[in-house]
């Protein structure tokens, strides 16, 4: 009887000291970051499997460029072949490839929609005006989902790097994770040049 009391004891000490080390916050915000990123690749895998219909659409257009068809199409491929697993939220190698392989999708479809308004028989393509209207839905979305992982990720690096919490980590091998970053963070930061004197009426 004694025995029993004592460990439960033991079991209890135990647990009052790992809840207030911050171990069920490392457990709740991995889950949590784990949860974000599975959002954020369902929307990159929605992306992807809309890219086929927009090819198809404008291919029926025999005006346009083929060249940038033919990037986008290159640029899913890429994206969708990177394989992820649970495993590249701690490598930043992994990651960093599998953020530029959907930068440049990203690139390639923003492209297409740029080139796509010189064509106003493709803009007047209802097919192309609803696949449109839901690459920009779906762009959105991805948004949405990157900010949520952004920000759950920020809490738990948070608890990662704070103290007494930062022991914790290292006892369980709770790395920081990685967040999102842009590449051209210098080129985005640079005020835009605004310029009318091209569209000056003529005296």
Do not use: H
Request: with cysteine.
């Amino acid at each position: 009887m004694m025995k029993r009391l004592l460990a439960f004891c033991a079991l209890l000490a135990a647990t009052l000291a790992l809840s207030g080390c911050g171990y069920n916050d490392f457990q709740r915000l991995d889950e949590q970051s784990k949860a974000a990123w599975s959002e954020v690749l369902n929307q990159y895998q929605r992306r992807a499997d809309l890219v086929p219909n927009i090819v198809a659409t404008v291919k029926g257009e025999a005006n346009f460029e083929q060249e940038t068809l033919t990037r986008v199409v290159e640029a899913r491929a890429k994206a969708t072949a990177i394989q992820v697993t649970p495993e590249t939220l701690n490598n930043p190698e992994a990651f960093n490839k599998f953020q530029q392989a959907q930068g440049e999708l990203s690139g390639a479809l923003s492209r297409l929609m740029v080139v796509s308004e010189r064509y106003p028989t493709l803009q007047a393509n209802q097919g192309f005006r609803d696949l449109r209207v839901t690459l920009e839905g779906t762009e959105n979305r991805i948004t949405v989902a990157r900010n949520r992982y952004i920000q759950t990720v920020q809490e738990y690096n948070v608890l990662a790097r704070s103290f007494p919490t930062n022991l914790t980590a290292m006892a369980f091998s709770y790395a920081p994770k990685s967040s999102f970053a842009v590449a051209n963070e210098a080129q985005i930061s640079a005020p835009p040049t605004v310029d009318f004197s091209a569209s000056k009426p003529k005296p």
